[in-house]
């Protein structure tokens, strides 16, 4: 079955820094764009980052410079470097693959992994 | 970039039909056929319905439908049932600096 998987989630403090990871089975990360969706608690869904098959990546504005995502191709998995984490940032994080269509229609989901910044 | 607009909620009988909008701009829905709708019921992830405006993927029921004119685009779920209860977002490709939005959102009940 294709699936990802995130993990890495966790309390952190406020400046803290946190990685989250999403493995990817069935299919191949480099090959699909790949994208970051948060949603804060009781709130919509928020793109947060995406990365196309050729590498080149973007972040929303609310997290550029601070949330990272990135790719290792050896393993099949996604990244996402969280540094100098804010209160706001406390969401539930979820992978997605945009396969389907000229813009990437989000088609895999997991399950979600929750980040809570927190002192 | 903000978020694109949709009604907080809409609401239907059993076997009704229901239609969703999603208001962007120029910059992002009214200029590309990218938009995206995606069902969530509570505490699980999003699934996709439809994608570049008006394509199902494999699996989807074809009770649910999309479209677009202008900077509007539209979701519709014909024969409305029990299980599509939930909430519904749309998303679009942007010529920002952020390349993707999604809306606001949109709680369907079924009554």
């Known amino acids: 079955e294709v699936q990802v998987v995130e993990s890495g989630g966790g309390l952190i403090q406020p400046g803290g820094s946190l990685r989250l990871s999403c493995a990817a089975s069935?299919?191949?990360?480099?090959?699909?764009?790949m994208s970051w969706v948060r949603q804060a608690p009781g709130k919509g869904l928020e793109w947060v980052a995406v990365?196309?098959?050729?590498?080149?990546?973007y972040s929303a504005d609310s997290v550029k410079g601070r949330l990272t995502i990135a790719r290792d191709n050896s393993k099949n998995t996604l990244f996402l470097q969280m540094n100098s984490l804010r209160a706001e940032d406390t969401a539930v994080y979820y992978c997605a693959r945009g396969s389907l269509g000229t813009y990437y229609g989000l088609d895999v989901w997991g399950q979600g992994t929750t980040v809570t910044v927190s002192s | 970039q903000s978020a694109l607009t949709q009604p907080a909620s809409v609401s239907g009988s059993p076997g009704q039909s229901i239609t969703i909008s999603c208001t962007g701009t120029?910059?992002?829905?009214?200029?590309?056929?990218?938009v995206s709708w995606y069902q969530q019921h509570p505490a699980k992830a999003p699934k996709l319905l439809i994608y570049?405006?008006?394509n199902r993927p494999s699996g989807v029921s074809n009770r649910f439908s999309g479209s677009k004119s202008g900077n509007t685009a539209s979701l519709t779920i014909s024969g409305l049932q029990a299980e599509d209860e939930a909430d519904y977002y749309c998303?679009?490709?942007?010529?920002?600096?952020?390349?993707?939005?999604f809306g606001t959102g949109t709680k369907v009940t079924v009554l």
């Open positions: 998303s679009s490709y942007t010529s920002s600096s952020t390349p993707y939005v």
């Open positions: 570049d405006v008006s």
């Open positions: 120029t910059s992002d829905v009214g200029s590309y056929n990218s």
């Open positions: 990365i196309y098959t050729g590498g080149t990546t």
């Open positions: 069935k299919f191949t990360v480099s090959s699909d764009c």
